[in-house]
């Protein structure tokens, strides 16, 4: 087992990370930028190294100061987080070439299934439900005008090297598909440095439901049962739940085992998750892995009962996994709120400040997960989360109830936060029946 971790992220999951290695009795180190210097986590780490600017491209982001930082400190892993170089083969690379234990996938199983479209072939092999549409990339219009009228419109033209949304655009007939082929190609050059697009039939309105899974270095691999996040705005998760709500056992049950399929067929170890889309009639497809832990894991660990970081960690030292699959019940209802500082009234725009007045909830049922206090100034350079709040009660009407008894609790003043919708959220009757989309929270709550 390591002795000390180096934590190559910031804020909650840099904190969640700290909690999970002390309870291993490993020591840790912290990287924070001149952003993030006099944060109160920081102290939890038994060092910590100043790696630049607070601009995570002078920071975060620079491999060879985090690769540095940990030579220095003596660390003989890096656990990455979200975000930032999570999903970074190259960085997963270097690490391995420096004799340092990336926490996450192989460099190899990082590419093969960070890649949308390689991705998707594995999918499909793994007999993975996937939608409609190309095997590969849009070679050229003609072909992709064939396709296109083979599977229907609208067309969703998805960039192989993009994520989370980004460049995605929908073709609703032919002529918006040759266009929007070239533009999709050009931003997907502009922002991932690489132009390959592929087709999929567009499903309207889907729910998004993700599986969570770890592997070990022996084979093994297990599901952790299924998280929802239909409650998003543009992209942004902003409710995670689990069970998913309406969704039949033998669906869930299906979904799960095909996200085994696919980790082992790709070879993946350690943690991910398999992302699907879910129509009106409960078919489920392929959509995308996110090869790293996610902000919403708190939702899986509350309702298996695991501490899915200190399992990361384990694996990563070659350890099996803690479980079998037989051994991880769902058991209850968790919810996640993200807690926000972005400003409601202003098309969510991050909105930091100083947090001026601090009032956590807690209780039966309550966990949070931030690293804010009072006196903290939110930094403007990074994501505008500041905090999760995560309740687990026996049931869904339980849990929402005491999500609402923990918001009416939770005072933050200094700062706009996202709390006011959230209590909007959860109290919608739709919301409460569980059924929404991934469109409902802008075409409903939203709405103009
Ligand atoms: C889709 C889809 C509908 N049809 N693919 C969004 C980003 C990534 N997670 C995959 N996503 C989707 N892929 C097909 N063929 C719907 C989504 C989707 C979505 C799309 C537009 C706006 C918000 C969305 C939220 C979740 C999923």
Redesign the pocket.
């Known amino acids: 087992m390591f002795q000390r971790i180096l934590i190559a992220n910031r804020g909650e999951i840099a904190l969640r990370v700290i909690r999970a290695c002390k309870e291993l009795g490993i020591e840790t180190v912290a990287v924070f930028s001149e952003g993030d210097r006099g944060a109160h986590y920081l102290s939890l780490a038994d060092d910590a190294f100043c790696i630049g600017p607070a601009a995570a491209s002078e920071s975060y982001l620079q491999i060879k100061r985090i690769i540095s930082a940990c030579e220095v400190s003596g660390a003989q892993a890096i656990h990455p987080g979200y975000g930032f170089l999570s999903e970074n083969a190259h960085f997963a690379e270097v690490c391995k070439e420096c004799r340092i234990t990336f926490i996450g996938p192989s460099h190899e199983a990082m590419s093969r299934l960070g890649d949308k479209v390689t991705a998707r072939s594995a999918a499909m092999e793994a007999k993975v439900p996937t939608?409609p549409?190309t095997e590969g990339l849009v070679t050229d219009d003609k072909a992709a005008l064939k396709t296109a009228k083979q599977i229907g419109y609208p067309i969703?033209i998805k960039a192989t090297a993009g994520?989370?949304?980004k460049g995605?655009r929908v073709a609703r007939d032919e002529s918006e598909l040759v266009s929007g082929l070239k533009q999709a190609a050009q931003e997907a050059e502009k922002a991932f440095k690489n132009a390959g697009v592929y087709m999929?039939?567009?499903?309207e309105n889907?729910r998004?439901v993700e599986v969570q899974f770890i592997a070990d270095t022996h084979g093994n691999v297990v599901h952790l049962w299924e998280r929802d996040c239909s409650m998003?705005r543009k992209?942004q998760k902003l409710i995670e739940e689990s069970p998913s709500p309406n969704l039949p056992q033998a669906v869930r049950e299906k979904m799960c085992e095909a996200a085994v399929r696919l980790a082992k067929a790709a070879h993946y170890t350690n943690a991910g998750t398999c992302?699907f889309?879910v129509d009106k009639d409960n078919n489920f497809?392929f959509?995308?892995v996110n090869a790293r832990i996610q902000v919403e894991h708190p939702v899986t660990e509350l309702v298996t009962d695991t501490d899915l970081i200190q399992a990361q960690i384990r694996v990563a030292a070659g350890e099996e996994l803690p479980w079998k699959q037989k051994d991880i019940e769902c058991r209850g209802h968790a919810m996640e709120i993200r807690i926000n500082a972005e400003d409601p009234d202003n098309d969510f725009r991050g909105c930091p400040g100083t947090i001026t007045k601090l009032r956590l909830p807690g209780g039966p049922g309550v966990r949070i997960d931030s690293h804010v206090y009072e006196g903290y100034r939110i930094p403007p350079y990074y994501d505008s989360m500041i905090g999760k709040l995560i309740v687990h009660r026996p049931t869904r009407a339980a849990a929402i109830a005491t999500m609402l008894r923990a918001l009416d609790e939770f005072v933050i003043e200094g700062v706009k936060t996202t709390i006011p919708l959230a209590k909007r959220m959860l109290r919608d009757a739709n919301f409460v029946a569980g059924n929404v989309h991934?469109?409902y929270v802008e075409q409903t709550l939203l709405a103009k």
Not at 200 to 203: L, N, S
Request: no cysteine; charged share 25%; hydrophobic share 25%.
């Open positions: 939608v549409g969703l994520g989370g949304g995605m999929e039939k567009y499903v889907p998004h998003q992209h992302e889309i497809y959509i995308e991934t469109k």
